[in-house]
T-cell receptor, first 111, second 112 residues
Framework: GDSVTQMEGPVTLSEEAFLTINCTYTATGYPSLFWYVQYPGEGLQLLLKATKADDKGSNKGFEATYRKETTSFHLEKGSVQVSDSAVYFCAPYSGNTPLVFGKGTRLSVIA | EAQVTQNPRYLITVTGKKLTVTCSQNMNHEYMSWYRQDPGLGLRQIYYSMNVEVTDKGDVPEGYKVSRKEKRNFPLILESPSPNQTSLYFC???????????FGPGTRLTVT
């Protein structure tokens, strides 16, 4: 089945700092790749996705590029805000079951 | 408003007392799934359903049952809960496996 390795947290940054959360995956074929975000006390929600190699997903200032050669989908944001404090999950999908998620990376942004 | 609802949101129960956590979605999604979230282990899939009357095991199905009699509902049943099932549970739905999943707000279950 699919598997994913995600940078462990917690990550603590000052406001306006640059963020990178690493994600590498193992999957057959050409998986779709997702980043989900979980704000405190809520369920997960889709942040961004990419469905083929070299695609860049983006949303709310976050970006991630589908790198098939390195099987990676690292999440980046140029200038984080306090409101970005949350847990971030990487998830590949190639058609295998069960669906897998990374263990999550907790981000805390301080003013 | 498109949403996935779960009930109850919080539940404290005792070992062996059967319980059901309900999940309902109003998006006409075919695919529904249950996950548990535990510290250090992330999100793990318990069961999923591709459509009405079609269910299958995920990564950690032991101790759980599900049913899918209607498209909108996908209850999670713990026939004899044990303390190791203390966790945060999420229901999710999507238009198909591999598409964006919409998550409910979660049910925090404590089994003493």
């Amino acid at each position: 089945g699919d598997s994913v390795t995600q940078m462990e947290g917690p990550v603590t940054l000052s406001e306006e700092a640059f963020l990178t959360i690493n994600c590498t995956y193992t999957a057959t074929g050409y998986p779709s790749l997702f980043w989900y975000v979980q704000y405190p006390g809520e369920g997960l929600q889709l942040l961004l996705k990419a469905t083929k190699a070299d695609d860049k997903g983006s949303n709310k200032g976050f970006e991630a590029t589908y790198r098939k050669e390195t099987t990676s989908f690292h999440l980046e944001k140029g200038s984080v805000q306090v409101s970005d404090s949350a847990v971030y999950f990487c998830a590949p999908y190639s058609g295998n079951t069960p669906l897998v998620f990374g263990k999550g990376t907790r981000l805390s942004v301080i003013a | 408003e498109a949403q996935v609802t779960q009930n109850p949101r919080y539940l404290i129960t005792v070992t062996g007392k059967k319980l059901t956590v309900t999940c309902s979605q109003n998006m006409n999604h075919e695919y529904m799934s249950w996950y548990r979230q535990d510290p250090g282990l992330g999100l793990r899939q318990i069961y999923y359903s591709m459509n009405v009357e079609v269910t299958d095991k995920g990564d950690v199905p032991e101790g759980y049952k599900v049913s899918r009699k209607e498209k909108r509902n996908f209850p999670l049943i713990l026939e004899s809960p044990s303390p190791n099932q203390t966790s945060l549970y999420f229901c999710a739905s999507s238009s198909g496996m591999g598409y964006e999943q919409y998550f409910g707000p979660g049910t925090r279950l404590t089994v003493t």
